[in-house]
């Protein structure tokens, strides 16, 4: 065979192999640009385009102007913002101060990095969260395809991107994308032996959100399993990336728990503080001594759903027993301490190890789950931005 032949073939691979790729990209892309025409045509009223979320903080938005509000020109930049997102962009604009700390640094770092390129702290937001969200997507792929055939790592990967709840929470301008990444990308270059730079990655999980840290806990079985004793040095970077977090909170405040200190801040006016689990108790106890009603009731969809993703959890172990230690630590960490039940999905659904178990080699049954997918995503992204909170 002839090395033109050889080359001409080997980029044939190759472009058969991007393309392969592109698939779940394009279909991430479109279903976010055709929700985006539609959400903002459906919510202009005389060519302004508004959203509820706009009005809803009447406090927040007059103070944040001057500095934060995104001028008339991008005032499309809304569709994807909500709830959360304001917090990062006055982080990244103006630093930390309570009860911010809740929210970690890595996003608003970025925000104001590329905000000094971009000149706008709102684009700047945007475009960090979609990078981090379409790249999390070929990650994703990337590493499905080191656990099961192409087909079903294909069929795995749609799924996931169009999930309604992963969806809607790339694709605002939340920390959710780039913690996706960095816990899908560390555990991926560790399979890899890229044992650095998996380190690196879950640092930057752990300082994305706290509990990113959990992703080197698979990584320490699978070291302890294998006798590797060395690779325990490796365990130092995460750690160093969480100890610089902790000062600084300690040095900024006095408090070197002022990321939780500022979460309970927010949860002050639910009376749970010990999540799900108390939330459950107090109903049923409640029930039985004939006691007031719980501040805060059981919905029986969302723990029918919560039942299926500790079911996930619980199945992720036939994937690879030590990556299923991740899920595990967190799903019985986020019960103990999360009060509110819709907030439970938001962060179960980020845990890449259960969609490893979607084992689909049908495109036409895929297909329809995503048709099945798409309407409740979009009508999700609708409700957040007009002030329901779905998360």
Known sequence: MSRAKKVSERWS??????RHFSYPLAVVVAIRAIGAVWLYHLLSIGGEFHTAWMD???????????????????????LFNAWDSPHFQLIAQSGYAH??????????LLIHFVALLAGNYW????????????GSVLMFQLLAESYMPQREALCATLLMATFPYIFVFTTLSYSEPLFLFFTISAWYLYKKERRTASSLLAGFAAVTKIYGFAIIVPMLL????????????YVAIPLGFLASWLLFCYLSTGDIFASLTDEKWFTSNISSKFGLIQTIANQLLGRLVGAAPAPFYI?????????????????????DGSLSAYPLVVFGLTVFVVTNQLSLLRYLTFLFPIWLTMRVKNLFLTAACIIFFVPLALLLWFYAINVTFIG
Do not use: C, M
Request: glycine share 2%.
């Open 222 to 233: 699978d070291i302890v399993k294998s006798r590797r004793w060395r690779d325990l040095d």
């Open 99 to 108: 009860p911010d700390y809740a929210y970690l640094p890595a996003y608003p």
């Open 13 to 18: 691979e190759h472009w058969t192999r991007v």
């Open 56 to 78: 809803a903080n009447p406090r927040l938005i007059p103070e944040w102007n001057p500095i934060l509000n995104p001028s008339s020109s991008s005032n499309w930049l809304w």
């Open 299 to 319: 919905d029986p969809p969302i723990l029918i759903a919560l039942g299926l993703f500790a079911y996930l959890v619980v199945k992720s172990w036939q994937v």
């Open 123 to 134: 684009l700047a937001g945007f475009v960090v969260a979609q990078a981090f969200a379409l």
